[in-house]
Every structure is written in C-alpha cells, then in structure tokens.
C-alpha cells in the first residue's frame, strides 16, 4: 500500500526566512510525485511532478527535489502570499490510477 | 488546458436527505474523473474513480456513490446523508495523455 508523510505539520516563518517541506513515502513503482499547494476553502493548485531521484524542479521561490524516499520542497526568501497548505502525493504502479496523499503542511508567513 | 466545475459552492443538508454533487470538464475528452473528500486539516481521501462511461471504481465502502452519465460529467450522491458524511468534496480529472491531476474549487458540504 502507498504512503505519504509529510512533515511538519505547520510551520511559521518569518518573511524572507528560507525552510524546507519534507515528504517521505513508500510506493511499488513510483510513476510520480506531485507538489500541490491548497488555499483554505479553494481546490489544490499543481505545482510540480517529479518523477525520478535526482530529478529537480523550480517555480518562483519554491524548489523541488526528489530521491528514492522522499522529496522536498524549498523555499527560498518566502513572502506572506506563499501561506497556504503544501500537499504532496505520489502515483504508483500497479495500474493505479489515482493519487496518495499526504495529510500537509500548514506554511504560514508573517511580514 | 481543462477546467473543472463543480456545484454547489456550498452546501447544509439535513441527517437522512438525499445528495447530489455534480462536476464537469472542459477542455479535454475522455478524461480519467476522480471524487475525493478531504477533512478538516487532513489529506485527501479518494472515495471514486473513473475511466469512462459508466465506469466507476469504489476505493471505500461507504454511503456515497458515482455515476458517469457522459464523458465529462461526474456525480456524486447518497440516498441518506450521515453526520460524517461532512466534508470538502473535490473532483479531479486526469487528461489521458498527461500524468498530473487538476482540481476543481471543491464543495463544503454540511450535514446537520
């Protein structure tokens, strides 16, 4: 069975105080790793799909990396409008066709 | 680049009334169409997906069920709400040739 932890849970930073997300998981035959972030009462925006260790990915401020148990997404020199949930969710094979989710992390950024 | 409808926004219902959530897609054909529920301050849970007409797999039992009465519709109901059938519900859609999911904005759904 696939599982995803993320961790922590929530994290407070400073404006321009950079962190990381982590997001570890087991799954048979990783066929992607996805970043979403979700604003409160609004559906998970996508971000990011990783597919293989080593593999890395960037939009704006934030950073994607993979290896073969868990990936993280950095964030460099936040801003307050970077608060929201983070979620992370991985594909595996076996013909499965929907996604695993972690339960999040709770981002919020103080000017 | 598809878009996803989902209505209502919002939605308080009373213990033992009928459901019934509806999500459409634009944008793409023969998208793979999930239902998820997410509570508060917890991942997702997939509660049904599809790959096409009439074609509906259950990942929980559960009060709830799925049809897919056209390509790029997709309906969640139940006969009798519960209590902790309370929730945000959200519908995704897979394009065939792509591997990411997008979401559509969720229904808050509440049952008293």
């Known amino acids: 069975e696939d599982q995803v932890t993320q961790s922590p849970e929530a994290l407070r930073l400073q404006e321009g105080e950079s962190s990381s997300l982590n997001c570890s998981y087991t799954v048979s035959g990783l066929r992607g790793l996805f970043w979403y972030r979700q604003d409160p009462g609004k559906g998970p925006e996508f971000l990011f799909t990783?597919?293989?260790a080593g593999e890395e990915k960037e939009k704006e401020r934030l950073k994607a990396t993979l290896t073969k148990k868990e990936s993280f997404l950095h964030i460099t020199a936040p801003k307050p409008e970077d608060s929201a949930t983070y979620l992370c969710?991985?594909?595996?094979?076996?013909?499965?066709?929907?996604?695993?989710f972690g339960s999040g992390t709770r981002l919020q950024v103080q000017p | 680049s598809q878009t996803i409808h989902q209505w209502p926004a919002t939605l308080v219902q009373p213990v033992g009334s009928p459901l019934s959530l509806e999500c459409t897609v634009e944008g793409t054909s023969n998208p793979n169409l999930y239902w998820y529920r997410q509570a508060a301050g917890r991942g997702l849970q997939l509660l049904f997906y599809?790959?096409?007409?009439?074609?509906i797999s259950s990942e929980v039992p559960q009060n709830l069920s799925a049809s897919r009465p056209q390509d790029r519709q997709f309906i969640l109901s139940s006969k009798k709400l519960l209590l902790s059938d309370s929730g945000f519900y959200l519908c995704a859609c897979t394009a065939r040739s792509y591997n990411e999911q997008f979401f559509g904005p969720g229904t808050r759904l509440t049952v008293l």
């Open positions: 990783l597919y293989s």
């Open positions: 969710a991985v594909r595996g094979g076996a013909g499965r066709r929907a996604l695993t």
């Open positions: 599809s790959v096409g007409i009439g074609q």
